[in-house]
């Protein structure tokens, strides 16, 4: 199962961010890190992870803003 975390960068908050550069942490709902990258490219596919909700932070290393959500994980 593959799913997009990328699409979000289409906001207005995000426009202007290159892609391959941003760092991410998935954590669990106990703030547990479940999947980590640097210069995320879109590889996360969940399959490692029950159903559930995740919380994600991607990180430009370049500017220091920082983009938190979240996602669900159905199966």
């Given at each position: 199962?593959l799913?997009?975390?990328?699409?979000?960068?289409k906001?207005?908050?995000?426009r202007?961010?290159?892609q391959?550069?941003?760092?991410l942490v998935i954590?669990?709902?106990?703030?547990n890190?479940v999947?980590?990258?640097?210069r995320?490219d879109?590889?996360w596919s969940?399959a490692?992870?029950?159903?559930?909700?995740?919380?994600?932070?991607?990180?430009?290393?370049?500017?220091?803003?920082?983009?938190?959500g979240?996602?669900?994980?159905?199966?």
């Amino acid at each position: 199962m593959l799913f997009s975390l990328i699409p979000m960068l289409k906001h207005p908050v995000a426009r202007g961010v290159e892609q391959n550069t941003l760092n991410l942490v998935i954590l669990n709902r106990w703030g547990n890190t479940v999947f980590h990258a640097e210069r995320y490219d879109n590889s996360w596919s969940a399959a490692e992870v029950p159903a559930g909700i995740y919380f994600y932070q991607f990180t430009s290393p370049i500017s220091q803003k920082i983009y938190k959500g979240w996602v669900e994980v159905v199966r």
